[in-house]
């Protein structure tokens, strides 16, 4: 859902997220899914891996949306 392509340079996150809802048959949870796995294998600290996770579940109580991790 996203490239290091610099073609691709200046594409959002989100809208990503959002055309890929509006195309598949996808779930709210299988979206953070996917979030979560993008934070578990990028090239990133633990501390800074654990603070995306810790704000990803945080959205998620917010929203009412189940995190399995």
């Known amino acids: ?10 594409g959002y ?3 990503n997220f959002a055309a890929l ?3 598949i048959d996808v ?8 979030a979560r796995n993008s934070f578990e294998v990028a090239w990133l600290t633990g ?7 810790a704000e990803l ?3 998620c109580a ?6 399995a991790s």
């Open 47 to 53: 501390r800074a891996r654990d603070g995306f996770l």
């Open 21 to 23: 809802a509006g195309e």
């Open 62 to 67: 917010a929203h009412s949306v189940t995190v």
């Open 13 to 15: 996150v989100a809208d």
């Open 27 to 34: 779930t709210v949870e299988e979206l953070v899914t996917i």
């Open 57 to 59: 579940d945080a959205y």
């Open 1 to 10: 859902m996203n490239s290091d392509d610099p073609a691709y340079f200046g």
